[in-house]
T-cell receptor, first 114, second 115 residues
């Protein structure tokens, strides 16, 4: 059981669909992260929000659009995705951004693009 | 970008054996973290290290922050079947502004334990 909850756990979508991934953290943290995990590659940081402001956007294509309405919730809006976007998308949170407090991860959303 | 070299990539061991894995870098890190990921789940933090030379244990797991600050090691003693999973190292550096940088992850070590 983790303090970071992601929904849905699995998502299959066509390239023309629009969907959203949701992340909620119950740890009282103020920084939240989106990572992409592909087979045999290191975790790739996509976005970082600190105190509900986006502070990192690591050259992620515009077909991925994050939203952080408050410090407990983070969304990743998806549209017009490509087959190479199929991966496990992990959300994480930490107490403080750019501090040495460890990040805690959710169980991820397994995304498959048809 | 910065990379961590994690080895071995995979290990097949007998239950009861000890396990060692490590992460190395050409650059200095000031924080090392070790995570474990079970199939279908997200990474779970095992051990966090903040000081060169630090040796920290969590049950049968022991991790060390290398004295050069360029490496870290994770040891598992007397392995059991539930140790199966992928182990990731992650490092954090101080950037030019003096702030902690983003986490950089290794590619993982996949551990298989034969009963």
């Amino acid at each position: 059981e983790t303090g970071v909850t992601q929904t849905p756990r699995h998502l299959v979508m066509g390239m023309t669909n629009k969907k959203s991934l949701k992340c909620e953290q119950h740890l009282g943290h103020n920084a939240m992260y989106w990572y992409k995990q592909s087979a045999k590659k290191p975790l790739e940081l996509m976005f970082v929000y600190s105190l509900e402001e986006r502070v990192e956007n690591n050259s992620v294509p515009s077909r991925f659009s994050p939203e952080c309405p408050n410090s407990s919730h983070l969304f990743l809006h998806l549209h017009t995705l490509q087959p190479e976007d199929s991966a496990l998308y992990l959300c994480a949170s930490s107490q403080g951004y750019r501090h040495n407090q460890p990040q805690h991860f959710g169980d991820g959303t397994r995304l498959s693009i048809l | 970008g910065q990379q961590l070299n994690q080895s071995p990539q995979s290990m097949f061991i007998q239950e009861g054996e000890d396990v060692s894995m490590n992460c190395t870098s050409s650059s200095i890190f000031n924080t090392w973290l070790w995570y474990k990921q079970d199939p279908g789940e997200g990474p779970v933090l095992l051990i966090a290290l903040y000081k060169a030379g630090e040796l920290t244990s969590n049950g049968r797991l022991t991790a060390q922050f290398g004295i050069t600050r360029k490496d870290s090691f994770l040891n598992i003693s007397a392995s059991i079947p539930s140790d199966v999973g992928i182990y990731f190292c992650a490092g954090q550096q101080v950037d030019y502004g003096g702030s902690q940088g983003n986490l950089i992850f290794g590619k993982g070590t996949k551990l298989s334990v034969k009963p």
